[in-house]
């Protein structure tokens, strides 16, 4: 009881902050999927695999929770990233900064 009552402010934050939720339940389901398949991904061959999965783990997530489709997206990033030259070039292929219809590619590029 005493640590509880040391902690009330950081336990109450959500009260004061509109966007802040009283739990992490919508962050915890989305990595449900990656914990429960964690015994597959322990040997990602080298420190260098597990960054990059987890780098792609990232942005799946990331698109899903921005109202994305995942794979739509990564094609999306796949096809603007030779062309990016600046980090704001690339800060703009980033899934908070885009909405569903700026993935339509047109149709010669994207051959669908």
Known sequence: VNYTLNQRSRLTVYLDQG????????????????????????????PA?????ASLYSLVESAKANGL????????IFEKLPFAESQ?????????RLK?????????????
């Open 69 to 76: 489709e995942p794979y739509r997206y990564l094609r999306f």
């Open 88 to 96: 704001s070039d690339y800060e703009e292929l980033l899934p908070n």
């Open 19 to 46: 966007v802040v939720g009283p739990d992490n339940n919508a962050a915890e389901n989305a990595i449900r999927p990656f914990v429960i398949g964690r015994k597959n991904w322990l040997f990602a061959g080298n």
């Open 49 to 53: 695999g597990a960054a990059a999965s």
């Open 100 to 112: 569903a219809a700026d993935l339509l590619l047109p149709q010669s590029i994207s051959g669908v």
